[in-house]
Nanobody, 112 residues
């Protein structure tokens, strides 16, 4: 199973970005986005379960939206109202048959 993340970049505070995570398999179960800022532990940002239920970290609730397009085997993270503290490397994660898979990170930098 391969996960390919993309969509990171530099954005000003208040701006938006959309991250994408394309998977090589179409039957992934839970898909999630994590992030890791310099000097900090990796943290869960958002998850979407196979039934469509979603959950979010408190810090991004109301600003970020995770959704999936099963026809494209892709999961997205729409990030709005970005703040400097959202700066981090973002990683997608997928679970399939009880095994965990990680994509490479994509850098998101929020700065003026």
């Amino acid at each position: 199973v391969q996960l390919q993340a993309s969509g990171g970049g530099l954005v000003q505070p208040g701006g938006s970005l959309r991250l994408s995570c394309a998977t090589s398999e179409s039957d992934m179960n839970t898909m999630s986005w994590y992030r890791q800022a310099p000097g900090k532990q990796r943290e869960l940002v958002a998850s979407i379960f196979s039934g469509g239920y979603t959950n979010y970290a408190d810090s991004v609730q109301g600003r970020f939206t995770i959704f999936r397009d099963n026809s494209k085997s892709t999961v997205y993270l729409q990030m709005n109202s970005l703040k400097p503290e959202d700066t981090a490397v973002y990683y997608c994660n997928g679970i399939r048959n009880y095994r965990n898979y990680w994509g490479q990170g994509t850098q998101v930098t929020v700065s003026s």
